[in-house]
């Protein structure tokens, strides 16, 4: 069966610090991999997404996250954040379109 | 890609009734899901709506608190059935995408039991 763990539950920058969300998954086969976020009082938006090639994916609002195979980690990172980016971070593993496992999430607060 | 809708956007229910919540996709799409989010937790699988068959449920979920139907390639209910407090929760209905392995999610409907 599939897990995914994230290690972070709660993280608080200031503005303008980097940012690098971990996590690992398990799973023995091909995954594919995402990032979701999920703004207060919104629904769930992807910001980007890993299926094959390049192990370093750019999402949207320049966040970009890397796969390390042999880790088995997928983590998200940002140089530089914004007060705007105050939301909660979902990772998500899938083998198949759709059924996918997701992490516990982490809440992200940026001071301004 | 693909655009979900989901009705009702959020309710407020008395403990024992039921409420079905529909799910429409703008596109025919092989592969619906149904999904919980309990209050400050992460996202639960709930079941594979088929279409023309019973639906897949996860361990811990059953058909008879959360009968779905798949009518067509666009459209799924999902019920949450003599509903307690322990059922508040919003509840997402997601689309797969064979061909781009992509997922996309409805806005999710919130429910509160009382």
């Known amino acids: 069966a599939q897990s995914v763990s994230q290690h972070n539950h709660h993280v608080i920058l200031s503005e303008a610090a980097s940012l690098e969300l971990g996590c690992n998954y398990s799973?023995?086969?091909?995954?594919?991999l995402f990032w979701y976020v999920q703004y207060p009082g919104q629904h769930l938006q992807l910001l980007l997404k890993?299926?094959?090639?390049?192990?370093l994916v750019k999402g949207i609002k320049g966040f970009e996250a890397e796969f390390i195979k042999s880790k088995f980690s997928f983590n998200l990172r940002k140089p530089s954040v914004q007060w705007s980016d105050t939301a909660e971070y979902f990772c998500?593993?899938?083998?198949?379109?759709?059924?996918?496992?997701f992490g516990d999430g982490t809440t992200l607060t940026v001071k301004p | 890609s693909a655009v979900i809708s989901q009705k009702p956007s959020r309710d407020i229910c008395q403990r024992g009734t039921s409420l079905t919540i529909q799910c429409q996709v703008d596109s025919q799409v092989t592969m619906m899901f149904w999904y919980r989010q309990q209050p400050g937790q992460s996202l639960t699988l709930i079941a594979t709506a088929n279409q023309g068959s019973e639906a897949t449920y996860e361990s811990g979920f059953v058909i008879d608190k959360f009968p779905i139907s798949r009518p067509n390639l666009t459209f799924s209910t999902l019920t949450v059935s003599n509903m307690s407090p322990e059922d508040s929760s919003i509840y997402l209905c997601?689309?797969?995408?064979?061909?781009?392995?992509?997922?996309?999610f409805g806005p999710g409907t919130r429910l509160t039991v009382l």
């Open positions: 890993y299926f094959s090639g390049d192990p």
């Open positions: 998500a593993v899938n083998a198949n379109a759709g059924k996918s496992t």
């Open positions: 997601s689309v797969g995408l064979a061909d781009t392995r992509e997922q996309f």
């Open positions: 799973y023995g086969g091909t995954v594919n």
